[in-house]
């Protein structure tokens, strides 16, 4: 048994590379996971039946976070399997690089939607039930590149730079509340993306971290389980796990 046993979590893109690695480490902890997936529904039936092998309890729960009316369903979704809600990992994201000279409304609306109004959404849908836990958590999964920016990153830098804002203020308005709310901005994290840039461009950017290496899916999902469960007095922060690449 851990002090976490018994509580409940929605993370948003859940099934894969980050996401993947919070929803297993929760489960590990005897968090109920409801893991979100918008197209990858393989991916997340079969972390769910891993969960359920392992004696843990999960579901897997379709919705694109973008739209207000299925981030509700989630919560829904969630709440009707497992009876509460403590915990929300607002994981879901995409790129669409493109320097800005190139950079049309489309991909600018679209990452600006799943990245950040989808984090509006979500924590709408989740925020009365979230504020009734005995101890509720908000974790949103920002990255280094809305605090350093990135070269062909201007939408995406920009989601990420808001929901660092947003995580302080609501910070700020719930303080009160036994509701935390904090973001972690991973660094450069070995997963498919990263590892799909080509070898050469790999060992420029390794070159420029501190630490010489990539972070690991796992050192993100371990920063998650810190912040739930021994973050009552932290809030409003940002967890920089990037191994000193921005300090
Ligand atoms: P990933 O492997 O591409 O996974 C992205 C996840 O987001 C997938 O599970 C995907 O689900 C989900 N998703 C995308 N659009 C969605 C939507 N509209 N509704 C619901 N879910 C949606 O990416 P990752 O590298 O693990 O990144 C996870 C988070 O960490 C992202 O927010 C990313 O910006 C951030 N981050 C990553 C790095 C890095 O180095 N990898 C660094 C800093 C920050 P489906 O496949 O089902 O669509």
């Known amino acids: 048994m851990t002090e976490l046993q018994g509580k409940v979590a929605i ?21 109920k996971v409801a893991v979100n997936y918008n197209s990858s529904k393989e991916s997340a039936e079969a972390i769910v039946n891993e969960i359920r092998e392992n004696g ?7 919705a694109d976070v973008s739209y207000a009316d ?8 969630t709440k009707a399997a497992f009876g509460q809600l403590d915990i929300l990992v607002n994981n879901a994201g995409i790129t669409r690089d493109r320097s800005f000279k190139k950079l049309g ?11 950040l109004h989808s984090v509006y959404n979500t924590t ?28 062909g990153q201007t939408n995406y830098a920009a989601a990420k730079a808001g929901m660092v804002g947003f995580t302080k203020s609501l910070a700020l308005e719930l303080a009160k509340t036994n509701v935390t709310v904090n973001a972690i901005c991973p660094g450069f994290i ?10 050469e461009v790999r060992a420029n950017i390794v070159a420029k971290i501190p630490k ?5 899916v796992n050192e993100i999902a371990r920063g998650v ?23």
């Open 105 to 115: 409304e489309e991909d600018w609306k679209k990452v600006i939607d799943v990245n």
């Open 70 to 77: 299925q981030a509700k369903h989630l919560v829904e979704e």
């Open 225 to 247: 389980v810190y912040l739930v469960k021994d973050g009552a007095y932290i809030t409003g922060q940002q967890l920089n796990i990037n191994g000193g690449l921005y300090m």
């Open 56 to 62: 843990g309890s999960a579901i897997a729960v379709q």
């Open 212 to 216: 010489r290496r990539f972070g690991q």
């Open 124 to 151: 709408s849908a989740a925020l009365g039930d979230l504020v009734e836990a005995e101890a509720g958590r908000i974790i949103n999964i920002s990255s280094i590149i809305g605090q350093a920016g990135g070269f």
């Open 11 to 31: 993370v948003t893109g859940g099934s894969k590379g980050i996401g993947a690695a919070i929803t297993r480490e929760l489960a590990s902890q005897g968090v």
């Open 190 to 199: 070995e997963t498919e993306m990263v590892m799909a840039i080509p070898e």
